[in-house]
T-cell receptor, first 111, second 119 residues
Framework: GEDVEQSLFLSVREGDSSVINCTYT??????LYWYKQEPGAGLQLLTY?????DMKQDQRLTVLLNKKDKHLSLRIADTQTGDSAIYFC???????????FGAGTRLAVHP | AAGVIQSPRHLIKEKRETATLKCYPI?????VYWYQQGPGQDPQFLIS???????DKGSIPDRFSAQQFSDYHSELNMSSLELGDSALYFC??????????????????FGAGSRLTVL
């Protein structure tokens, strides 16, 4: 998506932390989202953060938001092989708040 | 818990043929969205419906049309298919329209997708 940018690939060792970054352009976005897509599967919501928050933690997931720089990150602690997937950042846009997705970051976890 | 149901899961068509995809949203969800995801691409928003009325329109080709029926299921009709229409088509639903003042996160729940292959 042209309004949401992500790095395309990340490789980490099992047990390490993964950090996936995203930048967005729509400063009016009230919420920002992280979705996970496993091969051949649909999009699964992982977490979301309100634009007035700086951080949100949910078990192994930590979302950091820098609203000034329009930068969002997803940190996965103790990354497991089951975390291998494509991670999409998304912002809401428009009156009915459709989601605009980034290009996705493919996370590969190796032993 | 009930999820978003899409059918068919796989569909193979020839160029210039017509295809119809169906989506059954989660019960009591009032908004349905259609997305197209090409190979290695991010999901692109096509169109959405709120309470059976079209609510937003994205990059949907004129050859495509969609509607939402009285039972809230939605259908995406694609005519004069082209090779470039080969993609995963996702339907999603949410209760966003019911949120008072439309505050709060709009949590879209996605179906497993329908994979269309045009030969």
């Amino acid at each position: 998506g042209e309004d949401v940018e992500q790095s395309l690939f990340l490789s980490v060792r099992e047990g390490d932390s993964s950090v996936i970054n995203c930048t967005y352009t729509d400063s009016s976005s009230t919420y920002l989202y992280w979705y996970k897509q496993e091969p051949g599967a649909g999009l699964q919501l992982l977490t979301y953060i309100f634009s007035n928050m700086d951080m949100k933690q949910d078990q192994r997931l930590t979302v950091l938001l820098n609203k000034k720089d329009k930068h969002l990150s997803l940190r996965i602690a103790d990354t497991q092989t089951g975390d291998s997937a494509i991670y999409f950042c998304a912002e809401n846009s428009g009156g009915y708040n459709k989601l605009i997705f980034g290009a996705g970051t493919r996370l590969a976890v190796h032993p | 818990a009930a999820g978003v149901i899409q059918s068919p899961r796989h569909l193979i068509k020839e160029k210039r043929e017509t295809a119809t995809l169906k989506c059954y949203p989660i019960p009591r969800h009032d908004t349905v969205y259609w997305y197209q995801q090409g190979p290695g691409q991010d999901p692109q928003f096509l169109i959405s419906f709120y309470e059976k009325m079209q609510s937003d329109k994205g990059s949907i080709p004129d050859r495509f049309s969609a509607q939402q029926f009285s039972d809230y299921h939605s259908e995406l009709n694609m005519s004069s298919l082209e090779l470039g229409d080969s993609a995963l088509y996702f339907c999603a639903s949410s209760v966003y329209g019911r949120t008072s003042g439309r505050r709060g996160a709009n949590v879209l729940t996605f179906g497993a997708g329908s994979r269309l292959t045009v030969l």
